[in-house]
């Protein structure tokens, strides 16, 4: 179909308007829709970023900071970083960004990483047995440690048994 604007190049775009119950349907060219405004965007296109933090951040008013507001805004004392600076960028700008906007990245991590704010590892399913009861057994000994220095040594008995258990699951006294 040819651009119903220019009639030149072929059309791209469909622009659908409703208007009292009226629609009116123009099939247009990339040239035209910028001319006539009927599709705007950044000459450079969108990063992932914005892409993403479009999806997962809540809306945004679209009220004009005063001059006075931007002033009070949070910045990094290192790096002069503000706020609305780091949420349009997605990055950093220095490690001392992290201690000054920490209160902001909490809700953050919980949108993008569906509500967890720690990372705790991945570790392979065909890899992981092993791995997992020696990680296991570390925090067993390392609570036995603690029970034998707490002198609580009922409880000490029962952490080492656990040890041995898993001892066996691994196939040998070795770990």
Not at 3 to 12: D, K, L
Not at 27 to 52: F, I
Not at 62 to 88: A, D, G, I, R
């Amino acid at each position: 179909m040819e651009c119903q604007e220019c009639q030149q190049r072929p059309a791209t775009l469909r622009y659908t308007q409703v208007i009292n119950g009226d629609k009116t349907e123009v099939y247009v060219c990339d040239v035209c829709a910028k001319e006539k405004g009927y599709m705007t965007y950044p000459e450079e296109g969108y990063s992932l970023h914005q892409l993403l933090s479009g999806l997962f951040s809540p809306p945004i008013d679209n009220q004009q900071h005063t001059p006075k507001q931007q002033k009070n805004e949070l910045q990094c004392p290192k790096c002069e970083m503000t706020l609305s600076k780091f949420k349009k960028l997605g990055k950093f700008g220095c490690s001392q960004c992290y201690q000054t906007f920490e209160e902001y990245l909490d809700p953050m991590f919980r949108r993008v990483h569906s509500g967890n704010t720690a990372h705790h590892g991945k570790i392979p399913a065909r890899k992981g047995g092993d791995m997992r009861i020696k990680k296991q057994m570390n925090a067993y000994k390392e609570e036995l440690q603690r029970l034998i220095k707490n002198e609580a040594f009922e409880d000490a008995a029962t952490v080492r048994d656990k040890i041995n258990a898993l001892k066996k699951e691994m196939g040998g006294d070795d770990a």
